[in-house]
């Protein structure tokens, strides 16, 4: 029987609302539904015949996560961020639906749960991979620990009274050194979540590029930098005994900086698999999501509306010697 992971943010009423609703169009389709057991505990108190009803399996337990053949998620991009956390290393395509407010991960919005629904009973869906970031953290020789990113990985100050004095690398080479409140390293997919709200690049998800961009950086060379997908991102805090960050990745795995810390960030060997069935141009998602004004636009202009021309002629302007004579 096929099966469907399906994972919600439990703690959102609309959210458990959408995801039995899920459980029991996919096994009216005859497709086996799997949750997480806390979910479904979470889920039980508020509709527990309902849940019975729809034969869900436990995952890991009677159904294992690499067995299913797509993760629908209901929520928004922090549920999808989790959710891409736990079925990383099963490799498995996740489909958003947005519950939430932004949603530029999610694939469809609360309005069209059944027709995703209906995607994945008919297999209606591309994958796509996304590049994704991997975190070492040292401290002189000493290895403290690791971690990933889908988005992002920031260094911020652990104290708000003062700023975080840092000095970025890449490839090896120092390039500058300044206070300031922290630092998003990001990938495209993260080019539009805390990169964009510290006034880095949007970068097309295609692009294949790593980000990092200074928080209100105490300097006068402190601009976001574009460098290549397979350089080495460096954060290095200055060797001071009250100069402690933190570590985030994705805005929910932490880990404490101490004086000294060094951390690397270089792309990721395991991409993230989304599960795309729209063909939608990114610029158009940007549009879509943000409510960009777009009034006044015209468009290309098609060759074979043009009317055949004879090339302007383009001056080079005055001869600078023309009527200078000898003597």
């Not at 964009?196 to 402190?222: K, N, R, Y």
């Not at 060997?269 to 158009?284: I, M, W, Y």
């Not at 006044?296 to 021309?309: C, D, F, K, M, Y």
């Amino acid at each position: 029987m096929r099966a469907v992971l399906v994972l919600a943010h439990t703690g959102r009423r609309d959210a458990v609302e959408a995801a039995v609703t899920v459980a029991e169009n996919l096994h009216a389709a005859g497709l086996r539904p799997v949750m997480l057991e806390h979910n479904l505990q979470s889920l039980a108190a508020a509709a527990e015949q309902r849940l019975k009803a729809a034969n869900i399996a436990v995952a890991g337990r009677e159904v294992e996560i690499q067995d299913c053949e797509i993760g629908m998620v209901l929520g928004g991009d922090g549920s999808i961020l989790r959710a891409a956390d736990r079925v990383r290393d099963a490799r498995l395509p996740l489909m958003g639906i947005n519950l939430g407010h932004v949603g530029f991960l999610a694939e469809s919005e609360r309005t069209q749960i059944d027709d995703s629904v209906q995607w994945v009973i008919d297999q209606n869906y591309t994958v796509e991979e996304r590049m994704a970031l991997d975190v070492q953290v040292w401290q002189a020789d000493q290895h403290l620990g690791s971690s990933w990113a889908l988005n992002e990985a920031s260094i911020e100050k652990a104290s708000r009274q003062r700023m975080v004095e840092l000095v970025i690398e890449i490839d090896g080479a120092p390039v500058s050194a300044f206070g300031c409140d922290g630092i998003v390293m990001s990938t495209p997919t993260g080019s539009t979540a805390y990169a964009f709200s510290a006034g880095g690049p949007v970068v097309w998800p295609e692009v294949q590029a790593l980000v990092l961009v200074p928080i209100s950086a105490h300097a006068l060379f402190a601009r976001p930098l574009v460098v290549a997908p397979d350089s080495v991102m460096a954060v290095e805090l200055l060797q001071r005994e009250d100069e402690r960050g933190i570590l985030w990745c994705d805005g929910s795995r932490s880990m404490e900086l101490p004086p000294g810390a060094r951390v690397e960030v270089t792309r990721s060997e395991k991409s993230v698999l989304l599960a795309r069935v729209h063909q939608t141009p990114f610029s158009q998602r940007l549009v879509d999501k943000f409510n960009l004004p777009t009034t006044g636009w015209r468009g290309p202009v098609e060759a074979h509306n043009t009317l055949p021309s004879r090339e302007p002629e383009i001056g080079l302007g005055p001869d600078p010697e023309a009527g200078l004579g000898a003597g």
